[in-house]
């Protein structure tokens, strides 16, 4: 048995059409979450003076665990539920802000991570995106 859960934290209709959540049993499966606002700006990024992306990927970081978070607890969950984390890279050289961020909600009993490297993501200005595992027991 499988149920469909939540939408968009923007609120805004989606370009594709697809589960954001997933519960299988006792499995809940998250969609790609990145540090999006519900009023569409991204936490840690914003545009120079020159049109330039300017990111903090300490800051993204938390904004995509935030919203992880937000997710989780409308189901009932919290961070500690989090099983596994894919987390997405647009630039490893971000790594170390990355990992100083994440060390600030999670420790060695928290879930498995695997980090991987990409060429973009569906934006210019995220840098990151956590794609997450969680379990109802």
């Known amino acids: ?52 992306a300017e990111i903090d990927i300490r800051a993204q970081t938390e904004g995509c665990i935030e919203n992880l978070r937000a997710t989780l607890e409308r189901e009932g969950l919290a961070l500690s539920n989090l099983v596994d984390i894919t987390a997405f890279l647009v630039n490893m050289a971000d790594y170390g802000g990355f990992v100083e961020a994440w060390n600030r909600f999670f420790d060695a009993s928290g879930p498995t991570r695997t980090t991987v490297a990409v060429h973009q993501l569906p934006d210019p200005l995220l840098a990151v995106e956590l794609k997450a595992v969680a379990t109802f027991e």
């Open 1 to 52: 048995m499988t149920d469909q859960i939540g939408g968009h934290l923007s609120g805004k209709p989606e370009l594709a059409r697809y589960a954001r959540a997933r519960r299988v049993g006792p499995l809940l499966f998250l969609a790609g979450v990145s540090s999006r606002q519900p009023d569409n700006t991204v936490k840690g990024a914003s545009l120079g003076p020159t049109g330039a």
